[in-house]
């Protein structure tokens, strides 16, 4: 894209989330935890780099830059080079501190050079000139991890003349996948008199346009697969009249995917590694701005198959694997089972009473429950603390649960006892 008579550039990002712990893909996989491991810091590097090609005024970061207190000396060390090659050539950094980073949560104080701001839990507005052109750049940081009210009325006016940048980290009217931090109203920042809105905290890109330009621009480099799709930071143009052209580009080093397989009516087990093959291999001739790529297929449809799918799905999961290895640049997460009987199935296997004895009573038997929820008991209890209220502590929530897990292994049990037949 290209931008004529330009009053300044500027890119925003947030939610960087350097030194992240990894996920549980990356453990399970030597060589890709050497990727994910460093991708966060891999993202913030390629930011940079993408401000000095493009010669921007300013880099915008919108809080939870780090996780937790930064009490890695070698992030912080990290951290000051990278700010220090924006200071080196001119370009300004402006940081507010979100719930990951909150100023009570810092163990080890940035400390950043010159050229690079870090707004404290106090309004603060910071004004300059580009061109003859006058900036006014106004944040607040998270005092503390939580924030349940909203921080707009901690924000002063605007500086007549000038553009007028705020700097906030907030979930705004709740998201499914974020807790309520800071929450506010795109209508109420829109109101405030501002001409752009650098927001952080929800981590998929969202852009709203009415007297201000409010964007969300989601995660740099996704981390699991529940932060799958394209993920970018934001570069953004100011004319001369103080319109606001934004675009997206990508910094990230790897990307987290889902991919669907349709095997509906497909009835030879051939015909099915034939597709995930295929599928596999279109995903890897399709252009995408990331090196690497993290796949979760789920395979869906109806097919006389899916007994088969349900007892050999590992067994699939290794082909899948050896498809991405042969590609290059695919990693295979896990491979999920989503079809449904077509036709002559698992029921016509076996015995319809041992079928309905697995599936119906096994699931509601007094004893096995007792026995799960005593195995589930121990089990907790070897987790590490940050581990044992993933389910949290309603014994309702818990016991949905398990009978999820019992139902869902019962299908498998009747998958296996299938093993004799014909394969």
């Not at 491991?37 to 891999?42: D, F, L, M, P, Y």
């Not at 707004?119 to 300059?128: E, I, L």
């Not at 050999?312 to 290895?325: F, I, S, Y």
Request: glycine fraction near 8%; charged fraction near 20%; proline fraction near 4%.
């Amino acid at each position: 894209m290209v931008f004529k008579h330009l009053a300044f550039r500027f890119i925003h990002t947030a939610d960087l989330h350097l030194d992240s712990p990894l996920v549980s893909l990356a453990l399970r996989n030597a060589d890709l935890a050497d990727q994910v491991g460093v991708a966060s810091r891999s993202a913030l590097t390629k930011i940079v780099d993408l401000s000095l090609a493009e010669a921007v005024d300013a880099v915008l970061i919108a809080g939870d830059l780090w996780d937790g207190g930064l009490s890695s000396a070698k992030t912080a060390r990290f951290l000051k080079q990278e700010l220090l090659r924006l200071e080196e050539a001119g370009i300004r950094c402006f940081i507010i501190r979100g719930n990951h980073d909150a100023i009570s949560k810092v163990t080890r104080e940035l400390d950043p050079p010159a050229g690079t701001l870090v707004f404290g839990p106090k309004a603060k507005t910071v004004t300059f000139e580009v061109a003859g052109h006058l900036v006014a750049v106004h944040g607040v940081s998270f005092a503390e991890p939580i924030a349940v009210g909203s921080l707009l009325p901690l924000y002063p006016v605007a500086v007549a003349g000038a553009f007028n940048i705020g700097m906030m980290h907030t979930s705004l009217n709740g998201s499914a996948r974020h807790d309520v931090y800071a929450p506010c109203s795109v209508a109420d920042l829109d109101a405030h008199g501002y001409d752009y809105w650098a927001l952080g905290h929800i981590h998929r890109r969202s852009e709203h346009r009415g007297r201000a330009t409010v964007v969300m621009p989601g995660i740099a480099q996704g981390r699991d697969i529940g932060e799958a799709g394209a993920c970018s930071v934001t570069l953004v143009a100011v004319d001369d009249q103080g319109n606001a052209v934004t675009e997206e580009r990508s910094v990230a080093a790897l990307r987290f995917d889902r991919l669907r397989i349709d095997l509906t009516d497909i009835s030879e087990w051939a015909e099915v590694i034939s597709a995930v093959d295929s599928a596999l291999r279109d995903v890897a001739c399709a252009p995408r701005a990331e090196p690497h790529l993290v796949l979760r297929p789920m395979l869906v449809g109806s097919t006389p198959l899916a007994w088969r799918l349900a007892r050999d799905l590992d067994r699939l999961c290794e082909e899948a694997h050896t498809v991405a290895a042969s590609v290059g640049g695919i990693w295979i997460d896990k491979l999920e089972n989503g079809t449904t009987s077509l036709g002559a199935g698992i029921s016509s296997q076996l015995p319809a009473d041992l079928v309905g004895i697995v599936m119906a009573e096994l699931p509601n038997d007094p004893a096995l429950l007792a026995a799960l929820a005593e195995a589930a008991r121990v089990l907790m209890l070897d987790l590490p603390p940050e581990l044992r209220d993933l389910l949290g502590d309603d014994a309702d929530v818990v016991a949905a649960a398990r009978g999820l897990l019992l139902a869902d292994g019962s299908a498998q049990i009747v998958a296996r006892l299938s093993a004799g037949a014909d394969v």
